[in-house]
């Protein structure tokens, strides 16, 4: 067979992948690994990856200026993740690193956790389970666990992307009326009838949902503060499947304890794998670990999208994930 043109790339993989995933990349590259797959901070990559060409990250790896700069060899950078906060994309392209990720192969599945976190909030997923684990259910009731319905609601989508496209395809089946913001208003093709806010303030006094689906980036930090959530009318949900720094963790769990907001959804947390205590006290919120993408079969085609635009890069050409 006619060899690889990736094939004496060294590469360091700092994350374990899918089985297929990883056979995949020992065939074509020379490749070490993170064996435990820890989180590795910034010093021990530095350390680990010293001497690689390419770099296989996730979100939970932090490449910032000082830490590229400590890295001269390096020549590509393919992150399993669609979200880029973590990495310096002005220094890695100063530096002549490129950089890929995976889009669009998982937003199907963002989308669904995003209505299962929807859903939950808005039905009382975490107190529903709760009572029955717990064995404290007293049997059938008609003013048990009352919350609240989706048909005819506004679902205020924050981000309107492929995932906020992804989650508003699933949203009209459930019967919500589809509203977003974005800086720039969808071509109409994409915006199948959705009702567009040019400001975000607008759109949150006009929602019952809030879904915050935009990428995240320092422009968006801190942006869900106590005056915007104040903004929601009363009873409203919020949902993050983004990133938990788009959100005050103060301000939200305020707005969930006083009533302000009925529940919230969230999927994403600032400082991960810390949570803020507050959200453990609260019944209104439904919590899940980061698991958007995490189907077997998304994290496959995530891996073989970022192995595909290497090759492609190999073959002097650009392909659609590369960022920089
Ligand atoms: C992404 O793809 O950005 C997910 O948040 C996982 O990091």
Redesign the pocket.
Known sequence: PTPSPTSRLRAYLCRRLTPAIEAALHERFELAVNEDDSILPPADIVQRARGAELLFV???ESLRAETLAQLPGLRTIA??????DHIDLPAARAAGIRVL??PDV?SDA?AEIALMLLLNACRRGHEADQMVRSGAWPGWAPTQLLGMGLVGRRLGIFGMGRIGRAIAVRARGFGLRIQYHNRQRLEPGLEDGALYFDSLDGLLQHSDILMIAA??SPALRGVFDAERLARLPRGAVVVN???GDLVQDEALIAALRNGHLLGAGLD?FANEPQVHPGYRTLNNVFLSP?I??ATHETRDA?GWLLIHGIEALARGQSPDNLLT
């Open positions: 996730t979100a939970t992150t399993l993740s669609v979200g880029f990720n995976t998982l963002c990428p995240g499947i983004s990133r994403v980061h958007g993408s995530m």
